[in-house]
């Protein structure tokens, strides 16, 4: 079946410094999306790409759809402190299908 | 709009024991899913539903059971609780039907529920 890993499974970085997690896909996606966990909380829906190539910004976050549709990659510049969790990539074969959750990266922030 | 909610918060079992966790949505989304989390593993999809009166298995199914008689209630049941399934569980709902579309959203998730299983 689908298979959707991400790397690093930790990161750490001091406060300013940038985070970069990596997920990859062992199958052409339709689509992947990017949420959000807080230590204690629930996921949290960031964004969702579509179109290969395609590059989604969010404030200090960037996010990339690889070209051939099975890899992605958010992008942290200058980290914060309430940038702490972690950070779920989810694709999903066909428009419509579910939704298969890699690992996950955690990430620390030291202030 | 309370979004997703789950019932309870938190349980301890004692082995062999069962328990249903209720989930419910205002958001008339049309699928509904049941995920447990387990540190270094993710989200994995136990059970979903694509509508009322609907439900299919997910990657890790064995051992639970869900029901989907309303619209707006997911229920997962544990018939004989095992250690094995403490975990985190999660529900959560997506894809809404706007204008006789069917329109892709993304997941809402519910607070959780932590259970252990002794």
């Known amino acids: 079946g689908q298979q959707v890993m991400q790397i690093p499974q930790y990161q750490h970085v001091q406060e300013g410094e940038d985070f970069t997690t990596y997920c990859n896909s062992s199958?052409?996606?339709?689509?992947i999306q990017w949420y959000k966990q807080r230590p204690g909380g629930h996921p949290v829906f960031l964004i969702q790409?579509?179109?290969?190539?395609e590059v989604k910004k969010q404030k200090r976050l960037t996010f990339q759809f690889g070209e051939a549709k099975k890899n992605s990659s958010l992008h942290i510049t200058a980290t914060q402190t309430t940038d702490v969790g972690t950070y779920f990539c989810?694709?999903?074969?066909?428009?419509?299908?579910?939704?298969?959750f890699g690992e996950g990266t955690q990430l620390t922030v030291n202030p | 709009n309370a979004g997703v909610t789950q019932t309870p918060k938190f349980r301890v079992l004692k082995t062999g024991q069962s328990m249903t966790l209720l989930c419910a949505q205002d958001?008339?989304?049309?699928?509904m899913y049941w995920y447990r989390q387990d540190p270094g593993m993710g989200l994995r999809l136990i059970h979903y539903?694509?509508?009322?009166?609907?439900?299919a298995k997910g990657e890790v199914p064995d051992g639970y059971n869900v029901s989907r008689l309303k619209k707006q209630n997911f229920l997962l049941g544990l018939e004989s609780a095992a250690p094995s399934q403490t975990s985190v569980y999660f529900c959560?709902?997506?894809?809404?039907?706007?204008?006789?579309?069917?329109?892709?959203?993304?997941?809402?998730f519910g607070p959780g529920t932590r259970l252990t299983v002794t």
């Open positions: 989810a694709g999903a074969e066909t428009s419509g299908s579910r939704l298969t």
């Open positions: 199958t052409t996606l339709s689509n």
């Open positions: 959560a709902s997506s894809y809404s039907i706007r204008g006789g579309l069917l329109i892709w959203d993304e997941q809402y």
């Open positions: 539903s694509v509508g009322e009166g609907t439900t």
């Open positions: 790409l579509v179109k290969s190539g």
């Open positions: 958001m008339n989304h049309e699928y």
